[in-house]
């Protein structure tokens, strides 16, 4: 199982940048999906998640601005950031609780991309 993000870079404040994660594999179901992210110095913490009947929740400093979405039959999730700001710089995690190959159900994390926020 592989779970592969894009579409991070670098953006002036209040712009907006789309993340992409596609899972891949031996998948047979996708549980909740979500996005955490960690700045230097600081601890990995949760961004936004959704399920997969797509009930979603939020981290304060972003709601309002971020949406979560998933694409069950592409077994990808997105976040559209808009309105960021220089705080919401980080390098960002998709995570997805899946099961595969013989039926094992376990939590894979993406490599990260790298969002910077100028301001």
């Known amino acids: 199982v592989q779970l592969v993000e894009s579409g991070g870079g670098l953006v002036q404040s209040g712009g907006s940048l789309r993340l992409s994660c596609a899972a891949s594999?031996?998948?047979?179901?996708?549980?909740?999906m979500g996005w955490y992210r960690q700045a230097p110095g600081k601890q990995r913490e949760l961004v936004a998640a959704?399920?997969?009947?797509?009930?979603?929740n939020y981290a304060d400093s972003v709601k309002g601005r971020f949406t979560i979405s998933r694409d069950n039959a592409k077994n990808t999730v997105y976040l559209q950031m808009n309105s960021l700001k220089p705080e919401d710089t980080a390098v960002y995690y998709c995570n997805a609780d899946l099961v595969w190959g013989d039926y094992v159900r376990n939590v894979y994390w993406g490599q990260g991309t790298q969002v910077t926020v100028s301001s």
């Open positions: 594999g031996k998948i047979f179901s996708i549980y909740d």
């Open positions: 959704v399920t997969n009947g797509g009930s979603t």
